[in-house]
């Protein structure tokens, strides 16, 4: 099995920067894809950013040039740094992986989430 553990959300007022980090742990064969997703109150989950075990990224519109997704796979983390916040930028974070333990197949894990609150 694998867990992830997201760290990093808080209150920030617009235009603030926040850093969420999220670990996998566990009996870890490989991580492939890994992902941000956000969910505000009364919408549906969206993707956020995404990154290849290669470092390919991707993001959706609202958030290209404000957000930077990276990862270290010796640490098996991905991160998302968030520049010039705004308050359609408040929800609860989550990361999702792609991830392969020892004598499983490949499956997705989500983490808890964590909240991002943005204040005007």
């Known amino acids: 099995q694998v867990q992830l553990v997201e760290s990093g959300g808080g209150l920030v007022q617009a235009g603030g920067s926040l850093r969420l980090s999220c670990a996998a742990s566990?009996?870890?064969?490989?991580?492939?894809?890994m992902a941000w997703y956000r969910q505000a109150p009364g919408k549906q989950r969206e993707l956020v950013a995404g990154?290849?075990?290669?470092?390919?990224?991707n993001y959706t519109d609202s958030v290209k040039g404000r957000f930077t997704i990276s990862r270290d796979n010796r640490k098996n983390t991905v991160y998302l740094r968030m520049n010039s916040l705004k308050p359609e930028d408040t929800a609860v974070y989550y990361c999702?992986?792609?991830?392969?333990?020892?004598?499983?197949?490949?499956?997705?894990?989500w983490g808890q989430g964590t909240q991002v609150t943005v204040s005007s």
């Open positions: 999702a992986v792609e991830a392969r333990s020892y004598g499983s197949t490949w499956d997705d894990y």
């Open positions: 566990g009996n870890i064969f490989s991580i492939a894809d």
């Open positions: 990154i290849t075990r290669g470092g390919s990224t």
